[in-house]
């Protein structure tokens, strides 16, 4: 039991980092960037960042 939840929390980590580092890494914002890959909280800087970048990201494509 608990090595499943142990994998879904590292897949939804997982998950969320990457699509952070690949929005700041896409913004040239280099502190963004290692601060998601060093620090894991969960996801939660993680998706509060692509929250409020979402349309300054878009605006790039």
Do not use: R
Not at 8 to 34: N, P, Q
Request: hydrophobic letters at 55%.
């Amino acid at each position: 039991m608990w090595i499943i939840l142990i994998i879904v929390l590292m897949c939804w980590e997982a998950y969320w980092t990457y699509h952070a580092c690949w929005i700041a890494s896409k913004l040239d914002e280099k502190k963004s960037f290692f601060f998601f890959l060093v620090f894991n909280l969960l996801g939660i800087p993680e998706i509060i960042y692509i929250y409020k970048k979402k349309k300054e990201f878009d605006a790039t494509l």
